[in-house]
């Protein structure tokens, strides 16, 4: 998901408690003496999202947390995408799907990304940057689409300057992938994204070459035969070997979408499997500075790899099995008491923009929903697990969301 500079992180990460590594271990530990009830879970999620929805306006505006004031389309698609992942859009009326898609297809520009008119050229998203602004935005938007049954109306045109002969190549090289292959994962992510979305939702062909085009360059670019990850980052030190991984999840899915095998899958695994943190996260400081306390992208940039690997391969299946096991109780540990997730455990957490703010009492709609979704990934990994005996419902949408992507 999204990184951010580190100057900017610090300010907006506001640390409100201090974790008690004890406290989370017992907490742990007691999760594991006692099955926890994941309909207990689903219930408190739920109803966290829909005391963030404006219910006097029409339906799909949602808040980001309790102290938000105004509805934002981030969101509104984190609120669709984690009430399809439980099933719970099943639940709409016709007229409740309909406003909802509506409300989101609205936001569309005529070069086919989305806007949110109450965040954009604010804190993050001052200017668009490609690692955070409207591209990222719109594969959010795409993926709530899909979730509600629907397709984006206008044809992205904004990928005309990577369909262009030599444009995507040009693009790639002036990424900086040596020192931030963590923000170059973000910007990759997004425009393969919405290539792929393109080529199967919009049925532009043209992007079809292009994905295989990206595909093969990152292959052979950037790459590390002797760890699968991409940059320069020092791996032998936690914090640059959880931000290149970080960048290898962005990566990734774009593979795994495509049903493409990662290149250098064994070490890809070893270096996931090394980020996890003595108290089961996958956090080694590079949220919050703290390498107890993992945070919503930490933990997911791990643990959605693994289980795929774990699903396609045989290669260290049982080290995965035990390193998401333990993973699974930390994400648990995560719950806010209003029901929905914290993205740092006990802290407060800024997306951006105050209208997508948090403090260390409430829950975020962003991490609701992420983590919610590393709990599926869970599920498919640890079929015998409580999460794995829920039925999840994924996307079939390029992105983050999907499982087993049926291509066409």
């Given at each position: 998901?999204?990184?951010?500079?580190?100057?900017?992180?610090?300010?907006?990460?506001?640390?409100?408690?201090?974790?008690?590594?004890?406290?989370?271990?017992?907490?742990?530990?007691?999760?594991?003496?006692?099955?926890?009830?994941?309909?207990?879970?689903?219930?408190?999620?739920?109803?966290?999202?829909?005391?963030?929805?404006?219910?006097?306006?029409?339906?799909?505006?949602?808040?980001?947390?309790?102290?938000?004031?105004?509805?934002?389309?981030?969101?509104?698609?984190?609120?669709?995408?984690?009430?399809?992942?439980?099933?719970?859009?099943?639940?709409?009326?016709?007229?409740?799907?309909?406003?909802?898609?509506?409300?989101?297809?609205?936001?569309?520009?005529?070069?086919?990304?989305?806007?949110?008119?109450?965040?954009?050229?604010?804190?993050?998203?001052?200017?668009?940057?490609?690692?955070?602004?409207?591209?990222?935005?719109?594969?959010?938007?795409?993926?709530?689409?899909?979730?509600?049954?629907a397709v984006a109306k206008?044809?992205?045109?904004?990928?005309?300057?990577?369909?262009?002969?030599?444009?995507?190549?040009?693009?790639?090289?002036?990424?900086?992938?040596?020192?931030?292959?963590?923000?170059?994962?973000?910007?990759?992510?997004?425009?393969?994204?919405?290539?792929?979305?393109?080529?199967?939702?919009?049925?532009?062909?043209?992007?079809?070459?292009?994905?295989?085009?990206?595909?093969?360059?990152?292959?052979?670019?950037?790459?590390?035969?002797?760890?699968?990850?991409?940059?320069?980052?020092?791996?032998?030190?936690?914090?640059?070997?959880?931000?290149?991984?970080?960048?290898?999840?962005?990566?990734?899915?774009?593979?795994?979408?495509?049903?493409?095998?990662?290149?250098?899958?064994?070490?890809?695994?070893?270096?996931?499997?090394?980020?996890?943190?003595?108290?089961?996260?996958?956090?080694?400081?590079?949220?919050?500075?703290?390498?107890?306390?993992?945070?919503?992208?930490?933990?997911?940039?791990?643990?959605?790899?693994?289980?795929?690997?774990?699903?396609?391969?045989?290669?260290?299946?049982?080290?995965?099995?035990?390193?998401?096991?333990?993973?699974?109780?930390?994400?648990?540990?995560n719950q806010t008491p209003?029901?929905?997730?914290?993205?740092?455990?006990?802290?407060?957490?800024?997306?951006?923009?105050?209208?997508?703010?948090?403090?260390?009492?409430?829950?975020?709609?962003?991490?609701?929903?992420?983590?919610?979704?590393?709990?599926?990934?869970?599920?498919?990994?640890?079929?015998?697990?409580?999460?794995?005996?829920?039925?999840?419902?994924?996307?079939?949408?390029?992105?983050?969301?999907?499982?087993?992507?049926?291509?066409?």
């Amino acid at each position: 998901m999204s990184r951010w500079p580190t100057h900017s992180r610090r300010s907006f990460l506001q640390s409100t408690a201090a974790i008690s590594a004890l406290a989370f271990v017992e907490g742990a530990n007691a999760a594991n003496e006692a099955a926890f009830d994941l309909n207990a879970v689903r219930e408190k999620t739920l109803k966290f999202i829909e005391s963030m929805r404006v219910s006097e306006a029409p339906y799909g505006r949602f808040r980001y947390s309790a102290g938000s004031v105004k509805p934002t389309l981030y969101s509104s698609t984190y609120a669709a995408m984690t009430r399809h992942l439980y099933g719970d859009l099943d639940s709409l009326t016709e007229s409740q799907r309909a406003e909802w898609v509506a409300y989101l297809q609205s936001h569309q520009d005529d070069d086919g990304l989305f806007r949110d008119p109450v965040i954009f050229n604010q804190g993050w998203y001052k200017g668009d940057p490609e690692w955070c602004g409207r591209r990222h935005l719109s594969c959010h938007v795409v993926t709530a689409l899909t979730c509600l049954g629907a397709v984006a109306k206008k044809p992205l045109r904004d990928l005309e300057r990577f369909i262009a002969p030599g444009g995507l190549v040009k693009w790639l090289e002036s990424r900086d992938w040596a020192k931030q292959p963590d923000f170059v994962g973000n910007e990759v992510l997004n425009v393969g994204t919405l290539l792929q979305y393109a080529r199967d939702f919009q049925k532009d062909e043209r992007c079809r070459p292009v994905v295989a085009e990206l595909l093969d360059w990152m292959t052979t670019h950037h790459m590390s035969e002797q760890t699968g990850l991409w940059g320069r980052l020092d791996v032998n030190e936690p914090r640059g070997l959880s931000r290149a991984v970080m960048g290898g999840y962005h990566f990734w899915l774009l593979y795994f979408y495509d049903r493409v095998s990662i290149p250098h899958a064994d070490r890809a695994t070893d270096m996931c499997l090394k980020t996890q943190n003595k108290l089961g996260g996958f956090g080694q400081g590079v949220h919050g500075g703290d390498p107890l306390c993992s945070s919503a992208c930490e933990d997911i940039d791990s643990i959605d790899p693994l289980a795929r690997l774990a699903r396609d391969r045989d290669y260290r299946r049982a080290d995965i099995r035990a390193a998401l096991e333990r993973g699974l109780q930390a994400v648990l540990s995560n719950q806010t008491p209003d029901g929905g997730f914290w993205f740092l455990k006990n802290r407060g957490f800024n997306y951006g923009h105050d209208q997508l703010n948090s403090t260390a009492t409430q829950g975020g709609m962003f991490p609701t929903w992420f983590r919610t979704l590393t709990l599926a990934y869970l599920g498919k990994a640890l079929p015998e697990s409580s999460v794995g005996k829920f039925h999840w419902k994924f996307c079939n949408c390029p992105g983050i969301q999907f499982w087993e992507a049926d291509q066409t």
